[in-house]
């Protein structure tokens, strides 16, 4: 650009230093939104000598699993503790790390479970290493349900997989015309996929029900892939461990001793969920 008197001067625009400018706080975004979406990526650690067998016999890095048995909440994983992983014959096989804004002391990957962690763990009945157990009773976000049925399913061989889940849920949530009555809760309810064939135990969901969280990501997704798989949906008032409510699930026994030898909890494994249910709830410990 030229003056009247012929000087020439150099072309400024603001619109160039703020392109420049936008461009830098994109990048920086960016880099944040990855360091985020790292930071919250779920982990999957399976134990080599415990699962090495089942994968070498897959010949594709697969778990050779039939029968996959999901607990989602205190309650649940109480009943399988109780009724289910109450013998020496199951091993702790893997178990899946995460963080989120609600679980920040989840396990990492690298570090095994401690008792009284938020976790996510792995089992596999020794005698009958077909049959696959997952305790979670550590919150998952709702970004973090795809990536957590992505990589466990992907682990799973498919062929003849049946899938059961059991989970709590609060009574508040659940809508019916009728009132309910205190004797009647807790109790249970049941969705399937369409695939399944499995005999029913207790009534079906009423619409306009639905299941959320962990559970209604792994119902999807057996859906989607043509998985025989049912959620019990447990309804209670109570939120901590509470032996009323996990002998809500003893119907499903039914179900469980058709593949795996179950034995008669021990008054001790309840007084263990008791003694660990009122640890956490101490405000003072």
Known sequence: MATFFGEVLSVYSRAVEEDEEELEENEEDEQIRREVEQKREVQLEWYPAAVTQSLEGSG??????LDFILAV????TGFLSAYVLNS???????????WNERNKHTTRQGRMPLPG??????????????VLICQSNCYIAEDQLFQWTEKVFGCLQKRGLNVMVL???PVAEYKTPDYLYGSTVPFLRYLKSNASKSHAICP???QPNIVTGLPAAVLSHCQVHQIPAVVYQCYSDVISPDTVTIETYKPILTNLSKFIELDPPSADVFLKLAFNSETQSNLYT
């Open 88 to 98: 020496a014959s199951w091993e702790a096989v893997g178990h899946a790390s995460l």
């Open 117 to 130: 962690d938020s976790s996510c763990v792995f089992y596999r009945h020794v005698d009958n290493p077909s």
């Open 167 to 169: 989970s709590d849920g």
């Open 73 to 76: 909440g205190q309650n649940a």
């Open 60 to 65: 594709g890095n697969l778990l050779q699993c």
């Open 204 to 206: 079906s969901l009423e």
